[in-house]
């Protein structure tokens, strides 16, 4: 009798095979739903480069085909823009070196839709075997939505600063106006009524009643006279003509006298020439600033320095009272603190909030000299 037959063992596939066929099947799956070109890059130790893997995305993301790169490598940083080729070069560079992430955002010429493209890398490096140059492996996606999205918002914050700064100049401007007239006109005015009054005063008939309400009248005008210097003051100080650091010097000693607080100003450069916008920004967050530690700081001393170095104005304002917390910083009603650095980002500076040390508050301004 025939013995049975056996099943033909070497047609079934071998467990292993079997694993290894559903590792490449969960992974081609993860790479097609990947949004991307999934690669692999090697750099050898003689220059050369070579693209071992790449995914389908390489057709959409950089108008060839996978085979094309493969047979010509170098063609990819053909594609990089000529201003952001040497940061991805340079950026290549270090990670070969220290062997950490290689992370690099640029443009890139796609010819087949004639357009630029901004895209992003990000690889894993390990140093091949023998030695002889560096692998990465990882992912590069298109992000040029994303990066004009952030050209815009950088174009429209310019623009906003813009106005802002054109806005300040004409409050300034407008101040300065409104200054002079109730200076000129209401000052002048009243300063007649004044020496009229006076002459009136010494013709009326010697009735106390009317002494009494001559005196009142008197009163009331030096009273309004001493407003309307107020107001012209505060307007746009006057003082600002005689130069900066003696405006800066005026207001810290008016500060002093007002709030009783020891304050102590000094300035390194008395010939600064300062363009007037730039003295009205400087004084005016001088006054922010002073108001802020009035009600605040709880301070007992002020220290405000003006110094000039090359091409640059600063002004530091210290303070030796409780600080300023962070969430005080983040609060929506600070607008002193928010004005103050308006003022200063208009004019092309910087605003810098620290503490002080042994306790309190430094207000760092660093913004350009305009010759006038």
Known sequence: MSQPSQPDQSLE???????????????????????????QFIRYADGRVAFPYLSDGCQALLGMAPAELHAQPERFEALILEEDRKSYTDAMQASAVTLSAWNWEGRIWVDAWRDVKWINLRCTPHPLSDGGGVQWEGIMTNITESRLEQLE????????????????????????????????????????????????????????????KAAYVDALVDRTIDAVHRI?????????????????????????NQTGIECAFTCTDTDLDVAPDRASALFRILQEALTNIAKHAHATHVDVQLSRTRGYLHLKITDNGRGIRPADRAKP???????????????????????????GTVVAIKIRRTLQ
């Open 333 to 359: 009603q600070s607008f002193g603190l928010r004005g103050m650095a308006e003022r200063a980002a208009a004019l092309g500076g910087t605003l810098a909030l620290s503490h002080a040390h042994g306790g």
């Open 232 to 256: 012209s003051l505060d307007l746009r100080p006057s003082i600002l003509d005689c130069g900066l650091d003696v405006a800066l010097e005026w207001q810290v000693r008016e500060f002093a």
């Open 13 to 39: 596939p071998h467990p292993h095979t079997a694993a290894l066929r559903q590792a490449q099947a969960r992974f081609d799956a993860i790479v097609r739903n990947t949004p991307g070109l999934v690669y």
């Open 153 to 212: 918002v950088r174009r429209s914050r310019a623009r906003l600063a813009e106005l802002t700064a054109h806005i300040e100049t004409v409050k300034e401007q407008e101040r300065t106006r409104i200054a002079r007239e109730i200076h000129d006109d209401l000052g002048g005015n009243l300063t007649a009524i004044k020496m009229a009054l006076a002459m009136l005063s010494k013709r009326l008939p010697q009735d106390p009643v009317l002494q009494e």
